[in-house]
Nanobody, 117 residues
Framework: QVQLVESGGGLVQAGGSLRLSCAAS????????MGWYRQAPGKQRELVAS???????NYADSVKGRFTISRDNAKNMVFLEMTSLKPEDTAVYYC???????????WGQGTQVTVSS
């Protein structure tokens, strides 16, 4: 079974914080690097943060220092802690394993993050 379920989005004022969660099936999560992507209206989906199975992280310049990605390998979950949110962070946020995207071609429903100015 292939499954990704994102949650935790919402409406927040600029400067606020949110914590996103993603529950993934083992077929996607197990031992794979996981990433958080976002897609704003009229824009392409972009990778904003990634974490390897061993915990090495990488961030897009636009979120570096504000977002923190983490994972719980026992529960097949990945998280994104977002602080100092800006209106330009408004987007639908998705999680996925980059290496599995061409294999399954699957995306979850995403979670909407809206940051008001």
């Amino acid at each position: 079974q292939v499954q990704l379920v994102e949650s935790g989005g919402g409406l927040v004022q600029a400067g606020g914080s949110l914590r996103l969660s993603c529950a993934a099936s083992g077929s996607i999560f197990s031992r794979n690097t996981m990433g958080w992507y976002r897609q704003a209206p009229g824009k392409q989906r972009e990778l904003v943060a990634s974490i390897t199975n061993s915990g090495y992280t990488n961030y897009a310049d636009s979120v570096k220092g504000r977002f923190t990605i983490s994972r719980d390998n026992a529960k097949n979950m990945v998280f994104l802690e977002m602080t100092s949110l800006k209106p330009e962070d408004t987007a639908v946020y998705y999680c996925n394993a980059p290496i599995k995207i061409p294999v399954f071609g699957y995306w979850g429903q995403g979670t909407q993050v809206t940051v008001s100015s």
